[in-house]
């Protein structure tokens, strides 16, 4: 019961947070030839390679059963390199609302899996950040590789 509360908490500020996230910020996303899970599986063996500390893995399809709802897969996976995301919150707060790092990934009506992320890049100027900022760079550069070897479109590190 606990831990129902809890990731019902959790998942409601990240539903505000991200309903405040897309409006201001596109989706980059591309489709994954793999399950939900097991897209997830990659981009989480991946973090854990470059030693990226990952906050939760949500699983909207497993919360929404717990209530008697029935969704597709959809899975929510919060991770941050804390060495880049801190100094951008210590120079922008507001900016915040955009890290740790969020990915997702879930199925659609028609069986396709899809993974995507919102793109800082486009957010930066709204807290007066440099959307060309090295750090900024990093990370969205950054993004778009995790999602690659995720989806299997580049290679995973060995």
């Not at 906050?55 to 929510?76: C, H, K, M, S």
């Not at 995790?146 to 299997?152: F, K, P, R, S, W």
């Amino acid at each position: 019961m606990r831990r129902m509360i809890q990731s019902t908490i959790v998942i409601l500020g990240l539903l505000v947070s991200g309903l405040v996230q897309a409006a201001h910020q596109p989706m980059i996303k591309e489709t994954s030839p793999y399950s939900v899970n097991e897209t997830m599986d990659r981009l989480v063996s991946e973090l854990n390679k470059r030693h990226i500390h990952i906050f939760a893995r949500i699983d909207y399809q497993a919360n929404a059963r717990d209530v008697g709802v029935n969704i597709r897969p959809e899975t929510l996976l919060i991770f941050s390199k804390l060495s880049h995301s801190t100094p951008l919150v210590k120079e922008a707060p507001m900016f915040g609302v955009y890290l740790p790092m969020r990915v997702l990934a879930w199925q659609d009506a028609n069986g396709q899996v899809w993974i995507g992320y919102n793109d800082i890049t486009k957010a930066a100027p709204q807290y007066d950040l440099d959307p060309f900022d090295p750090m900024i760079q990093v990370m969205s550069d950054g993004l778009a590789l995790l999602c690659d070897i995720a989806t299997g479109r580049k290679a995973a590190t060995p």
